[in-house]
């Protein structure tokens, strides 16, 4: 009889990877019975997915508080162990701008000054469980379960609280459980929400540093997989045909394109400015060099604001802009939710560019999938849009250090030098790509078109 898995997807970060990849077709070609537990807004049966709707899913009013107490309370204990100060770099501002953000920022201050320990931390996290026990969600969750009875439980994200319960449920049931990491740079960020039987990573790299950031985690309770994010681009059925690519887009057929990625407002304020300096030095190597270069200009998917208006008005005659085909479902930057439609709008984009500028994002692994440059701002402008943020402060990160060469992107450390710099990746820099590809290697597991079928094996051995 087919073991019966349930995916959760609490909420729509997951949805890239488990839904729009080739994961679901390789656990039906395992002959798994697969059911998505599905908290997203997302219509799974139009894609012909078995699914179950979680409805009404509420975590206790005191969780948000006692989550956010756990990760400063991590992060202080990192700083004692280690003395590195990059730690602090991962807190948010506290808010109190409403009575009820008011409260919850409060009581997580009181609860970090009293806790902030190991011992402490052990008595929050028991606390986190003890009071999502008692919810609504929970009772729910387990009456799921209970009908249902699958042989594992499979969480697509460590981050949301909304995970909890359901985790929780499936261990009262003594179901087997397990959780995703879901991005590179996620266990130094101290965002681990749940806690499973089983730890699915992208490296050996991620592996040692769960081991490290949760020593109660052993090792025989992690499986290195890679991630499913990067298989899409080795699929040429994802690759939208030149001529009509560059006619839905209106991109200029005589053309060569660079793509600027954009980032969030948080990550980086002065993305505008850094778009406009690129925009300067394409103009002025079309100019010097008689060349006929473009830019493509893909926006962070979670960034809907109007910051980028003027530069993009202002070079209309050079800057293409291509969003990403993502759904607004609510304000929260996780209720914007990908579409299978960006999954190959996002391998196209790269496949129909030479290099991608940005700022420090991984974007410099989607493009080594295609052998393609990377380029790195690196310089602060002039008039900040907040002079607490610098392009430092970024690449001071913890997820940085694991670069095995600074030859890995080409890094623009002035503005003045971005044409040349730019000039150095359109000759096809093999050097760079050597060491990108070398440092993808140390993020994600060789092999990166095996990621889905090396996660089934792995629940294969689990549910067995």
Excluded at 58 to 71: C, H, I
Excluded at 109 to 122: E, H, K, Q, V
Excluded at 273 to 294: H, P, T
Excluded at 352 to 357: K, L
Aim: aromatic letters at 14%; a positive charge; glycine letters at 4%.
């Amino acid at each position: 009889m087919p073991k019966k898995i349930f995916i959760l997807l609490p909420d729509g970060v997951g949805l890239r990877n488990f839904a729009f990849s080739n994961f679901y077709k390789t656990g039906l070609e395992k002959k798994f019975d697969i059911t998505y537990w599905n908290n997203t807004p997302f219509d799974l049966l139009s894609l012909g997915f078995k699914e179950i709707k979680i409805n009404n899913a509420k975590s206790s009013p005191l969780t948000d508080s006692y989550k956010n107490a756990r990760k400063h309370i991590e992060l202080n204990l990192n700083i004692r162990r280690e003395n590195d100060k990059v730690y602090d770099t991962y807190r948010f501002p506290f808010a109190y701008k409403s009575v009820k953000g008011a409260f919850k920022s409060y009581f997580a201050r009181f609860l970090i000054s009293l806790y902030n320990s190991d011992r402490g931390l052990i008595k929050v996290k028991s606390k986190i469980k003890s009071i999502e026990k008692k919810t609504d969600f929970y009772k729910q969750c387990l009456q799921t379960l209970e009908r249902e009875r699958p042989n594992f439980v499979f969480c697509t994200n460590q981050r949301p609280v909304l995970a909890i319960a359901p985790l929780l449920a499936a261990k009262e049931l003594k179901i087997p459980t397990g959780t995703f990491i879901f991005s590179w740079d996620n266990l130094p960020k101290a965002t681990m929400v749940v806690e499973t039987d089983y730890y699915f990573v992208w490296s050996e790299h991620m592996k040692s540093e769960l081991l490290k950031y949760y020593p109660d985690i052993k090792e025989k309770q992690i499986f290195v997989v890679g991630t499913p994010q990067f298989e899409s681009h080795f699929d040429e059925k994802n690759l939208i045909d030149k001529v009509q690519f560059f006619n839905h887009y209106k991109l200029d057929l005589n053309k060569k394109y660079i793509c600027y990625s954009g980032d969030d407002i948080t990550t980086c304020p002065d993305d505008p400015q850094y778009l406009s300096d690129v925009a300067d030095a394409v103009r002025k190597i079309n100019e010097q060099d008689n060349k006929s270069l473009g830019l493509i200009f893909r926006r962070c998917p979670v960034d809907f604001s109007n910051r980028f208006d003027e530069v993009l008005a202002r070079n209309k005659d050079l800057i293409v802009p291509i969003s990403p085909i993502w759904e607004k479902i609510g304000e929260q930057w996780n209720t914007i939710l990908p579409t299978k439609e960006d999954v190959k709008l996002h391998a196209s984009t790269i496949f129909h560019t030479e290099m991608v500028v940005n700022l420090g994002s991984s974007m410099v692994f989607d493009y080594a999938c295609f052998k393609k440059p990377c380029a790195y701002i690196n310089y602060d402008v002039p008039n900040r849009v907040s002079e607490k943020w610098s392009v430092s402060k970024i690449y001071n990160y913890m997820h940085f250090r694991s670069m095995p060469s600074k030859k890995a992107v080409i890094w623009l450390n002035s503005v003045d030098e971005i044409a040349d710099k730019i000039r150095l990746g359109l000759e096809g820099n093999n050097e760079t790509i050597e060491h990108a590809q070398q440092w993808f290697e140390i993020i994600n597991q060789s092999s990166p078109t095996k990621a889905s079928n090396r996660i089934w094996e792995a629940i294969e051995l689990i549910a067995d």
